[in-house]
């Protein structure tokens, strides 16, 4: 299994501090999520249907059409399985489960800046944050027989999107980060109508729960909440970037989380998490990844922590 953030049960079994009382700061999940309403007792009895207006809200949103999956994660996984065996170009860093994936069904993977028969990519990079102008990506879909952009944590500044923007081109979005939905397990497909069809085809009935669905049109479809997200999104990136930055953490990064490389990121990471904060850190290069702090109490905590460690 992959690292990845959020293992608060795992952190809290090791540092000896029980769940409810970390701060975890190692996913870059929105802290504030969209407010569900109560989810009508029909939609947990009733199987999920294809007509349920999901697809309206998708074109709606996001301007194309797409295909509803079980997560970006299984897109992730799903995508190399379609393809002739080739090269693939990818960045690094990058987030590990797009390599895993690529090599898992036999392709040979190889730099970015190496010819390629595909190329794959997270665009703002993950863990980075570092974005690529949509006018390189879109000269490199046409060097490719497949570009693959990984959009998780472009919401907050869509217009840098590669929807629709290429036939060469696959677009794999959620509600996972900036709607703060993670648990919802629910991720989009944008790509030409072959691609759509041919993932369509490896999905299981009723692959998409009812709930999640349902929690999916309601997301989409409030533009007034989703405005007012991207200011307090904003304005808490740049608060959590000054904050490192005066404790000598320089930091690229999002609006959901700052990236900051360090040769102390393994032991600043292990005296962060023994005092209940957890992070993501990086070897290689060694760095720290710092998502969102919500509520001011948690401010206060981290800035007491940093003060501690600098």
């Known amino acids: 299994m992959l690292d990845h953030g959020g293992r608060l049960n795992a952190a809290a079994r090791r540092f000896g501090i029980p769940r409810a009382d970390w701060l975890d700061l190692s996913t870059g999940i929105a802290p504030w999520p969209y407010p569900l309403p109560p989810v009508p007792q029909d939609v947990w009895q009733r199987l999920p249907e294809d007509d349920d207006g999901l697809d309206e809200a998708l074109c709606a949103h996001y301007g194309a059409p797409g295909l509803p999956v079980p997560g970006s994660q299984w897109a992730i996984r799903a995508l190399p399985q379609l393809l002739p065996r080739g090269r693939v170009a990818l960045p690094q ?4 489960e797009h390599p895993s994936a690529w090599q898992a069904a036999g392709h040979t993977l190889v730099g970015w800046d190496e010819a390629a028969d595909y190329a794959v990519l997270c ?3 993950n863990p980075t944050g570092a974005l690529i102008p949509r006018a390189c990506l879109l000269e490199r879909a046409q060097r490719v027989r497949l570009l693959v952009v990984d959009e998780a ?6 217009q840098a999107s590669l929807l629709g923007a290429h036939p060469n081109i696959v677009v794999l979005r959620s509600l996972g980060k900036f709607f703060g939905l993670a648990g919802v397990r629910i991720g989009f497909v944008f790509a030409a109508r072959e691609w759509l069809d041919r993932l369509r085809g490896l999905l299981d009935p009723w692959a998409v729960s009812h709930p999640a669905r349902w929690a999916a049109r309601r ?3 409030d533009r007034a909440w989703q405005a ?3 200011l307090k999104l904003g304005a808490a990136a740049e608060r959590l970037a000054a904050l490192l930055a005066a404790h000598g953490l320089p930091n690229t990064g999002t609006a959901l989380f700052r990236y900051a490389p360090t040769e102390r990121a393994a032991e600043m990471s292990a005296a962060l998490a023994s005092m209940g904060i957890l ?3 990086f070897a ?3 760095a720290l990844r710092f998502g969102l702090p919500g509520a001011e109490a948690e401010w206060r905590r981290l800035e007491r922590a940093l003060q ?3």
């Open 93 to 96: 860093p990058l987030y590990a």
């Open 123 to 125: 665009n703002p990079n």
């Open 219 to 221: 997301a989409l479809a």
């Open 153 to 158: 944590f472009i919401d907050a500044d869509a």
């Open 308 to 310: 501690r460690l600098t």
């Open 284 to 286: 290689a290069p060694p």
């Open 279 to 281: 992070v993501r850190s």
């Open 228 to 230: 007012r997200q991207r």
